[in-house]
């Protein structure tokens, strides 16, 4: 099969995903770089609170960029979004990577952060309005693929660097600045390649472009009875997005206006449902993990710099050999299957690792203790990138309505940033202090979250987006309470064809 014969949505959906890649470098890459010999003997021993910070600082700024990505992404367009936002890492990046100061190197994170805000919900709304709804699963999925793809490498990357030497054979600051260093490279090179990829006709149709999106609905290579949902959709009178003739500060109001709109009736229910989960994932404790993964296994007994970046690299590896087939059977399950079945596993690890701790049986020279943590750490981030990773992202895109898909989803994206950032700022500081706390609350919180997504969860794998929205406005014509139904509760949603008059 020649390149022109795959179809354009695949192209398209996997150019756009290459820039996850980016955050999932920078996740696989912040840990090994902060703990690296050579980066302590440029900005001194790092105290666990400042360890935190250092790590954490992208992340409030991709918060607030997270805020206003669904606002500009209405008004310019998803590709163009992601493109700016890559652009603004790449410069974070080569920040990092010359800085002289620590405060410096936060600046460049902090910078960093705003690009990652900006184009990781875009990515997600942009592969979804473009994939067929018969594969929008895997589809969905592909930029978690890329995330991950992107953490395998920064650890390796890591571990690679971590050898550079000077001619004296001492440590040279070349091993952390090489890995931040190719991230700029990269970042600019992805905004350059997403250049090429067609706007979603979703976002032309609400803009009243119907024309153009004609054309593209008719090269990405859907099925007729989708294409005719999407354009019957268009034609029947359905709100439109209206931000070309206004200023940007004029379209920063009716962005919070549009939040509001999110929590009002009838779409508060799945606005705040979406932000919850999104923020209780990074609650399991995954970025704890990730971005700390060399003080864990230090913890449970490894010992040396090369050592631990080997374990997380391998860590790396076990999550990509689960995303590869996770990805390829998103719709085997379901978002709500696998959310439950993850929740359930996530709290068993997290409880057994915290009472070995605080029972006394890890030992860093003997004892199988050591050796069962080490195990659950993969099983963990096994069982997370298999389940929570997939499911989440691609239910909140799915079950929100086209009036606030994009606001709603930035909402839901914020919630997970600063979620993530008081994951990131803590951890350090819990472990620290305890060799049992952090799982415990991770463990708590997991299991507290899937109760309720086995109470509010509804399925939403095989269906078009206009299909689960107009089962949302027929269901709101008979009850205008803003929930959902309790047999969609019951995890069934029938298909309904929308025709055209």
Known sequence: MTTKEIPLYIRASIITSCVAFLFGLDTGTI?????????????????????????????????????????????????????????????????????????????????????????????????????????????????????????????????????????????????????????AFLAFAFAATCSLVPPSPRWLLAKGRVEEARQIIAQLGLDEEEQQEMLAQSSSGLEQIQHNDTTFLKSLYAMFGEFREAFSAPFRS????????????????????????????????????????????????????????????????????????????????????????????????????????????????????????????????ESMPRKTRSSASSLAQSANWIANYIVALTTPVLISRSTFGAYYFFAFCTLFTTIMIAIFMSETKGHSLEAIEQRYLEDRAGRTSGRWTSAERGFRLTRLRVTQG
């Open 31 to 183: 840990g090994p770089v902060t703990t690296m010999k050579s980066f302590t003997e440029t900005f001194g021993e790092l105290s666990a609170t400042i360890h935190g910070v250092v790590v954490s600082s992208i992340l409030l700024p991709g918060a607030l960029s997270a805020l206003v990505a669904g606002i500009l992404a209405d008004r310019h367009g998803r590709t163009k979004i992601i493109s700016v936002g890559s652009c603004i890492y790449g410069i974070g990046a080569a920040i990092e990577a010359g800085a002289p100061l620590l405060g410096v190197f936060i600046l460049g994170r902090l910078i960093k952060g705003l690009g990652e805000g900006l184009f990781l919900s875009a990515v997600f709304v942009q592969v979804s309005e473009i994939s067929p709804a018969r594969i929008r699963g895997p589809m969905t999925s592909l930029p978690q693929f890329l995330i991950v793809l992107g953490l395998v490498a920064g650890y390796f990357i890591c571990y690679g660097t971590a050898r550079i030497q000077n001619s004296y054979h001492e440590s040279t600051s070349l091993s952390w600045r090489l890995p931040l260093g190719l991230a």
């Open 270 to 397: 799945r606005t705040a449902f979406g932000c919850y989960i999104m923020g209780m994932q990074q609650f399991s404790g995954i970025d704890g993990v990730l971005y700390y993964a060399p003080i864990l296994f230090q913890q449970a007994g490894l010992s040396g710099e090369q050592a631990t970046f080997l374990a997380s690299g391998v860590s790396a590896l076990v999550i990509l050999a689960t995303t590869i087939p996770a990805t390829l059977f998103a719709d085997h399950w379901g978002r709500r299957t696998s959310s439950l079945l993850g929740g359930t596993l996530i709290t068993f690890l997290m409880l057994l690792m915290g009472s070995l701790y605080a029972a006394g049986e890890v030992h860093a020279d003997s004892g199988a203790g050591r050796w069962v943590v080490i195990v659950s750490i993969y099983l963990f981030a096994i069982v997370f990138n298999g389940t929570w990773a997939i499911g989440f992202r691609a239910f909140v895109v």
